[in-house]
């Protein structure tokens, strides 16, 4: 259930048609791992990307990070965040918490 829902929050992130985007990502932790999740977002370039960020991890705050867009928020359990961008350029960028090394990283995906 849990997986058909990321799933399909992938698929209505590549197929929607506007200028603007907003996704929600939410930090989990499984078996001692924490992700935000879905792992892989897609955009298209030249968009203005708003992201939600929720923290779903008991132990407290977690970062967000896209070192190649600027974008860096703390996340507190419980106290949702946005971010905003534009999507100025084309490729394949890393998401990651810059407060954790082992927090498991995810992939930006702008495409033309
Ligand atoms: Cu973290």
């Given at each position: 259930?849990?997986?058909g829902f990321l799933f399909l929050?992938?698929?209505l992130s590549v197929s929607a048609f506007s200028a603007s985007r907003s996704i929600t990502l939410v930090n989990y932790e499984t078996n001692g791992v924490k992700q935000w999740l879905p792992g892989t977002i897609i955009v298209k370039k030249g968009e203005e990307v708003e992201i939600t960020l929720i923290n779903n991890v008991p132990s407290g705050v977690h970062g967000f990070f896209i070192p190649?867009?600027?974008?860096?928020?703390?996340?507190?359990?419980?106290?949702?965040?946005?971010?905003?961008?534009t999507a100025s350029k084309e490729g394949l960028?890393?998401?990651?918490?810059?407060?954790h090394p082992k927090h498991v990283g995810g992939?930006?995906?702008v495409i033309p």
């Open positions: 259930m849990k997986m929050s992938m698929i190649d867009f600027d974008v860096k928020k703390d996340v507190k359990k419980g106290v949702p965040e946005v971010v905003k961008f960028f890393n998401m990651k918490c810059h407060l992939q930006l995906f």
